[in-house]
Nanobody
Framework: QVQLVESGGGLVQAGGSLRLSCAAS????????MGWYRQAPGKQRELVAT???????NYADSVKGRFTISKDNAKNTVYLQMNSLKPEDTAVYYC???????????????WGKGTLVTVSS
């Protein structure tokens, strides 16, 4: 009923920037918290940044000051602006959202399929 589609990944040199987008679609009444996670080869998935329905943000220490998360509630879309990228930021980036589906009283957790970010040194 709900799909999350990420875009904006790609190859960038160290020090460069990328902007990821994640659009939620389907029978959506409201999106609550949305966020970005990443998984590097051979590592567990980790939190990158989250943003609540009231725009409260949280960042992993490794990205503070370099990444900015934002949300467009009207478009059910979350963005991740990534600046000063480092090779260690290389990973598949996944979008996550807590979505209240139309007709249901509670939110449910959804994930996108991921978008690959590769940072070359």
């Amino acid at each position: 009923q709900v799909q999350l589609v990420e875009s904006g990944g790609g190859l960038v040199q160290a020090g460069g920037s990328l902007r990821l987008s994640c659009a939620a679609s389907g029978s959506i009444f409201r999106t609550n918290a949305m966020g970005w996670y990443r998984q590097a080869p051979g590592k567990q998935r980790e939190l990158v940044a989250t943003i609540t329905g009231v725009e409260r943000t949280n960042y992993a220490d490794s990205v503070k000051g370099r990444f900015t998360i934002s949300k467009d509630n009207a478009k059910n879309t979350v963005y991740l602006q990534m600046n000063s990228l480092k090779p260690e930021d290389t990973a598949v980036y996944y979008c996550n959202a807590d979505v209240v589906v139309s007709g249901r009283p509670y939110g449910e957790d959804y994930w996108g399929k991921g978008t690959l970010v590769t940072v070359s040194s």
